[in-house]
């Protein structure tokens, strides 16, 4: 299967185009987008992708599109554009969500925690239980920094991971930090990687139903100016 990747939820984001099956994996080509450009540069440099490797749009087999935590507008353009194209050629998407992604990284199965850096002195925090099939979410927060230290302090977990070295550093503080593993985050390839398991294993999302998951609210709901539509 010829699978699309798309990983607009940090500060910069990319595209991957990959091919795989139930048992092989392998990247064509990434392509990485700067920051505040998504919304002009997604679709030419998708479009770049295929022609450079000989592909039309019709020949792609799913997409794979990270849903969150992340940026609000930096979501909302990758979503878009996969709901927009998944309707028009009617193939399936898989939502996945970065910290769902991450702990597939774990190098070591059974109960893992990810940690990912969320700014305003608040980490998101994902607990799953991972095997070789991937990761199964138990939970998804948003926490102060007192409590992910906390957390990290719990003497039942023995398997933490994060991405973001600036929660290293706030554990480096606290005896806590020989929990906590430092991974490399593979943005859109990993995206690409976990989406193309559920697109095999039928684990899709319809255009309708395809949603961010911010995990925190807005600005607009936390100072009472609306809402924004799928933030849980």
Not at 26 to 53: C, K, N, W
Not at 84 to 93: D, R, S
Not at 102 to 112: D, E, R
Request: include cysteine; aromatic fraction near 4%.
């Amino acid at each position: 299967m010829l699978v699309l990747g798309i990983d607009t939820s940090g500060k910069s984001g990319g595209i991957t185009l990959a091919q795989g099956d139930d048992q092989s994996f392998r990247v064509l080509e990434t392509d990485a987008i700067a920051g505040g450009t998504f919304s002009a540069q997604l679709v030419p440099t998708l479009a770049a992708l295929l022609t450079r490797h000989s592909f039309s749009v019709q020949d792609i087999g799913g997409f794979a599109v990270a849903s969150g935590p992340g940026s609000f507008t930096g979501l909302r353009v990758g979503l878009s554009a996969v709901k927009g194209l998944a309707e028009a050629l009617g193939k399936p998407i898989a939502a996945v969500s970065i910290l769902e992604a991450l702990a597939t990284l774990s190098p070591q199965p059974g109960c893992v925690a990810v940690a990912l850096d969320a700014g305003r002195k608040e980490v998101f925090w994902g607990s799953y239980e991972v095997s070789v099939e991937g990761a199964m979410r138990v939970s998804e927060e948003l926490l102060s920094q007192a409590e992910f230290l906390e957390r990290l302090s719990n003497g039942n977990l023995q398997n933490v991971i994060t991405s973001d070295p600036s929660l290293v550093a706030i554990a480096d503080a606290t005896h806590a930090k020989a929990r906590l593993q430092l991974i490399n985050r593979e943005g859109s390839e990993l995206v690409a990687r976990v989406g193309l398991r559920k697109l095999l294993a039928g684990d899709t999302v319809s255009v309708e139903a395809l949603d961010a998951n911010y995990i925190r609210r807005s600005d607009a709901e936390l100072f009472g100016l609306g809402s924004v539509k799928g933030n849980r």
